[in-house]
């Protein structure tokens, strides 16, 4: 299927590695051209460097952290007209007491997973409007359709950010501007790795026994491979998805049950 997006712009951020990097190459793949950022600028130009020797696209590289005001408007100065934007937070989840958190912690969680996105999509959409062609996708977690004790800042930040995108989405789609999340699973990734190895440590046990557990409660009986994440992101920012937005699409092998 040809997506129809060659020659497209887009912005990732959090893309030197695990499925920010996943997206990237997908994308890559169909002729989009990137703008991709990261912390660490070693990683991000590497990953920038495999991307457009592979490809053939163009790929410039913005050191920063999205997080930030700096870090965005650092982006938007490289690519100032991005037909499509991926916005990965790339923050660890770890668990916590909630009973334990002063305010700064709720803060900097809704920053990072609530506020840093939506005043992106603030800066995006009025040109995607005007070019009418836009194409949105926030990173989360499967999680959020069915919260785990010990991470209610988490939760509670990325709920916010699908609950305003559902507003959002209604002003946009009769421009051809969609905005959808993507929910993943266990996907085979760095940021999984460290989670699981702490998991096994504040556990008492092993890392084997702890990935041996997760796949046992996956039906799908395997972690995902993040390509399957960056392919599936990237059919959402096709031509042929201009009529589905505001979803909460979960992709974890089956893990969750719920009918919606």
Same mark, same amino acid.
């Given at each position: 299927?040809?997506?129809?997006i $060659?020659?497209?712009k ?5 893309? =030197? ?17 990137? @703008?991709?950022?990261? $912390? &660490? ?5 590497? &990953?920038?460097?495999?991307?457009a020797?592979? @490809? ?11 997080n @930030? ?9 490289? !690519? ?35 506020? =840093? ?9 009025? #040109?995607? !409007?005007?070019?009418?062609? #836009? ?6 977690? =499967? ?35 969609? %905005?959808? @999340? ?21 556990? /008492?046990?092993?890392?084997?026994? %702890?990935?041996?557990? $997760?796949?046992?409660? !996956?039906?799908?009986? $395997? ?5 399957? !994440?960056?392919?599936?992101? &990237? ?12 979803? /909460?699409?979960?992709?974890?092998? #089956?893990?969750?049950?719920g009918?919606?």
């Amino acid at each position: 299927m040809d997506l129809q997006i $060659r020659g497209r712009k887009a912005i990732l951020s959090a893309a =030197s590695k695990g499925l920010g990097k996943a997206c990237a190459f997908s994308l890559a793949r169909e002729g989009v051209d990137l @703008t991709i950022m990261a $912390r &660490t600028a070693e990683d991000l130009q590497a &990953t920038a460097d495999e991307i457009a020797s592979e @490809t053939g696209v163009s790929v410039t590289a913005v050191p920063g952290d999205f997080n @930030t005001k700096q870090g965005r408007a650092k982006l938007l100065e490289a !690519c100032p007209d991005p037909d499509i934007v991926v916005n990965n937070p790339g923050v660890r989840q770890v668990p916590g007491d909630f009973r334990e958190w002063g305010e700064e912690v709720w803060h900097q969680w809704l920053n990072d997973h609530f506020l =840093s996105s939506i005043q992106f999509i603030q800066a995006v959409t009025p #040109g995607m !409007c005007e070019r009418k062609f #836009g194409r949105i996708v926030n990173m989360s977690v =499967s999680f959020i359709k069915f919260p785990q004790v010990g991470f209610a800042h988490s939760h509670s930040a990325r709920l916010a950010l699908s609950g305003a995108v559902a507003s959002m989405v209604r002003e946009l789609i009769g421009h051809n501007v969609t %905005i959808n @999340t993507v929910c993943p699973g266990l996907f085979d990734t760095d940021a999984l790795q460290t989670n699981l190895h702490g998991h096994a440590k504040r556990g /008492n046990t092993t890392y084997q026994a %702890i990935v041996e557990d $997760r796949i046992k409660g !996956c039906p799908a009986g $395997r972690f995902a491979d993040p390509k399957e !994440c960056g392919d599936l992101v &990237t059919y959402i920012c096709s031509a042929q998805t201009g009529f589905m937005t505001g979803q /909460n699409i979960i992709n974890d092998g #089956g893990v969750y049950q719920g009918l919606f």
